[in-house]
């Protein structure tokens, strides 16, 4: 927990609301103002210096600190999803069941690949890149792989500014203990 932030269980505060599902509570959080976050405040937390948060809850074991810590915990999967849109889950590309699930299948895999390549190959700010940045960064480049010698090369243009990116991520790649 931060310095200086709150904690606290404001669902008496909000009355009687009619539908209201019984053991639900509403959690408030304030902290103090982090820089990183002023371009996404709202007047109000950059006056008061503070950044408020509130959540619905129906967790009901465990301290207010606790439900707290496990609902900003919670916070680190968001990004996994708003890559996963972006690598194309919700370009459904037909009214069809089986060939949106073979899409969502492909998408899917293909998240799952970036993220264990991006875990084991690469270090630095491209290990937690967004997806847009790996394809301009690694993805996309124009190389060429050629053979001679008995061996293959991949022949990168010595200008592309994620060269060395993919010189490591080759190096470490084959650094990898191989299995069976």
């Known amino acids: ?14 009355g009687d609301l009619p539908g209201w599902p019984p053991h639900h509570r509403v ?23 503070a950044r408020y948060q509130t959540f619905a809850t129906n967790h009901r074991r465990g301290s207010i600190a606790h439900v707290d810590g496990r609902h900003r915990k919670h916070a680190r999967v968001e990004p996994k999803i708003r890559d996963q849109k972006a690598s194309g889950t919700c370009l459904l ?8 699930a073979a899409w969502l ?8 690949l970036r993220c264990w390549f991006q ?7 491209m290990a937690r890149a967004i997806p847009k940045m790996l394809r301009y960064q690694v993805l996309h ?6 053979r001679g010698q008995r061996k293959r090369r991949l022949k990168l243009p010595d200008t592309w500014p994620g ?3 993919i010189i490591r991520a080759f190096r470490r790649i084959l650094a990898l203990p191989y299995t069976t």
Do not use: C, Q, W
Request: aromatic content about 4%; overall charge negative; cysteine-free.
């Open 1 to 14: 927990m931060r310095e200086n932030a709150f904690v606290a269980d404001i669902t008496a505060l909000l």
């Open 27 to 49: 959690i408030a959080r304030m902290e103090p103002l982090h820089p990183r976050y002023v371009k996404d405040a709202s007047a109000y937390e950059i006056k008061h210096e």
């Open 93 to 100: 590309p037909s009214r069809e069941l089986n060939v949106n």
């Open 105 to 112: 299948t492909a998408t899917t895999l293909a998240a799952d």
């Open 119 to 125: 875990l084991l190959a690469l270090d630095g700010e």
């Open 141 to 146: 480049v124009p190389d060429r792989l050629v």
């Open 163 to 165: 060269a060395d990116i």
